[in-house]
Nanobody, 115 residues
Framework: QVQLVESGGGLVQPGGSLRLSCAASGSIDSIIPMGWYRQAPGKQRELVAS??????TSYYSVKGRFTISTDYAKNTVYLQMNSLKPEDTAVYYC??????????WGQGTQVTVSS
């Protein structure tokens, strides 16, 4: 499996922006399609964006605010988040899409949007 390390989260005000990074220990081709998931307190984990090896992207209720991208040379997946809302507050994770038992989750990165 590939080790995944998320970073870039933090505390922002509503309307602010963050760019999350997901660094993989190996080629992301081995686990692509990849996506960003999030889990808010007391809620189930949900998929928010995904990207295929051909660069096709999909978004789930965040289209127009979030953008997922990849850098194959750096084995990294990014999530650019704009116009953040309090309901975006969650721990954000990257992983293969769909998630599988053979690929472990990272620790995630906390995003807090507070007015």
């Amino acid at each position: 499996q590939v080790q995944l390390v998320e970073s870039g989260g933090g505390l922002v005000q509503p309307g602010g922006s963050l760019r999350l990074s997901c660094a993989a220990s190996g080629s992301i081709d081995s686990i692509i399609p990849m996506g960003w998931y999030r889990q808010a307190p007391g809620k189930q984990r949900e998929l928010v964006a995904s990207i295929t090896n051909s660069g096709r992207t999909s978004y789930y209720s965040v289209k127009g605010r979030f953008t997922i991208s990849t850098d194959y040379a750096k084995n990294t997946v990014y999530l650019q988040m704009n116009s953040l809302k309090p309901e975006d507050t969650a721990v954000y994770y990257c992983n293969t899409v769909p998630a599988v038992e053979s690929q472990s989750w990272g620790q995630g990165t906390q995003v807090t949007v507070s007015s």
